[in-house]
C-alpha cells in the first residue's frame, strides 16, 4: 500500500517533563476551539454536579469517581484523542492540587500553548499565502 505522507501539524508534549507521560495533539487546530466551546460548560455542570454531591447520600467516592470518568471524556474531546491517561495518571482529576482541581490546573496550563501555536501557525500561513498572491500582477 502507498503512503501519503504530509505534516498533520501533531506535537508532543511531556507532561511536567517526564517523557513517560507525553500527550500528542495539534495544538493549532481550530477545532480544538469549537469543541472546547462545546465542552466548557458540561465541564462545569459535572463540576457543579461534584460540588453539590458532597450534602448527598449517595456514596462519594462512587460520585467522585463518576464525574472523574465524565471530565476525562470531555477533556479527551477537546484534544481529539487520551489526554488524561498521561496527565492525570490514575489520580482522581478532581483531587486539589495548589488551590485548584488537578483538571483545572492543566487547561490553565494548556490555554497559553493554544494560543501560542494558533498565532504561530497564523503568521506562517499568512506568510505562505503572501509567498503565492505576491506572484499574481494586478
Do not use: W
Not at 450534602?55 to 476525562?72: G, L, Q, T, Y
Not at 490514575?90 to 494560543?115: K, R, V
Amino acid at each position: 500500500m502507498q503512503s501519503i505522507n504530509f505534516n498533520k501539524g501533531y506535537k508532543e508534549y511531556a507532561i511536567n517533563g517526564d517523557e513517560n507521560c507525553v500527550i500528542r495533539f495539534v495544538p493549532s487546530d481550530f477545532g480544538i476551539l469549537e469543541r472546547m466551546e462545546k465542552s466548557v460548560p458540561v465541564i462545569e455542570g459535572i463540576h457543579q454536579k461534584y460540588a453539590e454531591s458532597k450534602d448527598s447520600p449517595d456514596s462519594m467516592s462512587d460520585i467522585m469517581s463518576s464525574c472523574d470518568k465524565e471530565i476525562r471524556e470531555q477533556i479527551n474531546y477537546i484534544f481529539g484523542n487520551d489526554v488524561c491517561t498521561a496527565a492525570f495518571g490514575t489520580t482522581n482529576c478532581l483531587s486539589p492540587a495548589g488551590g485548584n482541581l488537578l483538571y483545572q490546573n492543566f487547561l490553565d496550563a494548556l490555554f497559553p500553548i493554544l494560543e501560542k501555536d494558533i498565532s504561530a501557525e497564523k503568521v506562517k500561513m499568512e506568510k505562505n499565502i503572501k509567498k503565492y498572491t505576491s506572484q499574481v500582477k494586478e
